[in-house]
């Protein structure tokens, strides 16, 4: 006796070919009552400015250096920085089991805005793209030198985000981290057995079998699109990241948290190789399962087994957002998948 799948009632496997993985999808979970942890809501009144938040214009941060009174985006380095650009070597006769490699690089903070009070859904276009623009100028300049420069954006305290004002943290390494090493490996084995980047197929497929929402509507074709950040200007790139963000917050009717980061091919020294697998693209990947106060713990199963979700791709339609087949990472839009 056969039985059709139903993927909101069956569990089964599904296959993420940026990290050549399986995660298991068991939707039918989502009908068991939560008597599990809720969260605060995040808090409402933040005050546009703070004479003790160190973020904030004219104020002294932990290491005594006090910010400018900058109006637009303001770059620092990190006074607690996870990297540093002369940690030494712990050399090479090591006992295989207990290897170490030496770790150097730089980390920044980068401010959006001069206000603590808004976010990036809440900012201007103009202010946007200001803050694309120097995304592109820091990767430019840390990326002449350092094999991987990783943007990343914790929004919200749920995400382990200490302070409200709207910024990002810019790390640069000396060697290509575990996440883009292994992307880089299947957008590289892709494009050599199909003759096109893995990304690009992957939103020609979604767009023809209209499987997943289209979260944003826009004129211009896929094809432009999946170049739009590259050969066209930030605007387009700030109005879609406006208007994603926007629904991610009227999704819950909450400041919506999330982690974020730009995926793009590695640099320094890999600048002089052929890259034509890679396509630029950023990941979103937010905490929140069922509503603004529960949610989603990456425990038990998935640390000792592999990853699980409780939701599909197309269930979340229903919610006018997408995800991907991992279930945790949100695209730009389904129309590009990757920016």
Same mark, same amino acid.
């Given at each position: 006796?056969?039985?059709l799948? &139903?993927?909101?009632?069956?569990?089964?496997?599904?296959?993420?070919?940026l990290k050549?993985?399986w995660v298991l999808?068991?939707a039918?979970r989502?009908?068991?009552p939560?008597?599990g942890?809720?969260?605060?809501p995040?808090?409402e009144?933040i005050?546009?400015?703070?004479?003790?938040?160190?973020?904030?214009?004219g104020?002294?941060?932990? $290491?005594?250096e006090?910010?400018?009174?900058?109006d637009s985006?303001f770059?620092?380095?990190?006074?607690?920085?996870a990297?540093q650009?002369?940690?030494?070597?712990?050399?090479?006769?090591?006992h295989?089991?207990?290897?170490?490699k030496?770790a150097?690089g730089?980390?920044?903070?980068m401010?959006?805005?001069?206000?603590s009070?808004v976010?990036l859904?809440?900012?201007?276009?103009?202010?946007?793209?200001?803050?694309?623009?120097?995304?592109?100028?820091?990767?430019?300049e840390?990326?002449?030198t350092?094999?991987?420069v990783?943007?990343?954006e $914790?929004?919200?305290?749920m995400?382990g985000c200490? $302070?409200?004002h709207?910024?990002?943290?810019?790390w640069?390494?000396s060697?290509?981290p575990n996440?883009?090493?292994?992307?880089?490996?299947?957008q590289r084995?892709?494009y050599?057995k199909?003759g096109?980047? @893995?990304?690009?197929?992957y939103?020609?497929?979604e767009?023809?079998k209209k499987v997943?929402?289209? @979260?944003?509507?826009?004129?211009?074709?896929?094809a432009?699109l999946l170049?739009?950040? &590259?050969?066209?200007?930030?605007?387009?790139?700030?109005?879609?990241?406006k208007q994603l963000l926007t629904?991610?917050d009227n999704l819950?009717?909450?400041?919506?948290p999330?982690?974020m980061g730009?995926?793009?091919?590695?640099t320094g020294p890999h600048?002089?190789?052929? $890259?034509?697998h890679?396509? &630029?693209h950023?990941?979103?990947?937010?905490?929140l399962?069922r509503s603004?106060?529960?949610?989603?713990?990456?425990v038990g199963?998935?640390? @000792?087994?592999?990853?699980q979700?409780?939701?599909?791709p197309?269930?979340?339609?229903?919610f006018?957002?997408?995800?991907?087949?991992?279930?945790?990472?949100?695209?730009?839009?389904?129309?590009?998948?990757?920016?």
């Amino acid at each position: 006796l056969s039985v059709l799948l &139903l993927p909101p009632e069956h569990q089964h496997l599904r296959y993420n070919p940026l990290k050549d993985s399986w995660v298991l999808v068991s939707a039918h979970r989502m009908k068991r009552p939560w008597a599990g942890q809720v969260e605060k809501p995040p808090e409402e009144l933040i005050p546009r400015y703070d004479p003790r938040n160190p973020l904030c214009p004219g104020n002294t941060r932990a $290491n005594g250096e006090v910010n400018p009174s900058y109006d637009s985006t303001f770059v620092f380095e990190n006074d607690f920085p996870a990297l540093q650009p002369d940690a030494p070597d712990p050399g090479s006769d090591q006992h295989p089991l207990f290897q170490s490699k030496a770790a150097r690089g730089v980390c920044k903070v980068m401010c959006f805005h001069p206000w603590s009070d808004v976010t990036l859904p809440l900012m201007k276009k103009e202010e946007i793209i200001k803050v694309i623009d120097k995304w592109a100028e820091i990767v430019e300049e840390l990326g002449a030198t350092y094999p991987w420069v990783q943007i990343f954006e $914790n929004k919200g305290a749920m995400m382990g985000c200490s $302070n409200p004002h709207p910024h990002c943290q810019v790390w640069a390494s000396s060697f290509l981290p575990n996440e883009p090493a292994v992307s880089d490996r299947c957008q590289r084995a892709y494009y050599q057995k199909n003759g096109e980047p @893995l990304l690009v197929q992957y939103a020609k497929q979604e767009a023809e079998k209209k499987v997943h929402y289209v @979260l944003i509507k826009i004129k211009f074709p896929i094809a432009f699109l999946l170049f739009l950040y &590259l050969y066209c200007c930030s605007s387009g790139l700030a109005a879609i990241m406006k208007q994603l963000l926007t629904k991610y917050d009227n999704l819950f009717e909450v400041s919506f948290p999330y982690s974020m980061g730009w995926h793009g091919a590695p640099t320094g020294p890999h600048l002089k190789e052929d $890259n034509s697998h890679w396509q &630029l693209h950023a990941h979103y990947y937010p905490p929140l399962l069922r509503s603004a106060t529960v949610k989603k713990f990456m425990v038990g199963y998935e640390m @000792l087994a592999q990853e699980q979700r409780d939701l599909t791709p197309e269930q979340v339609t229903h919610f006018a957002l997408y995800t991907d087949q991992c279930g945790t990472r949100f695209w730009l839009t389904s129309a590009i998948a990757h920016l």
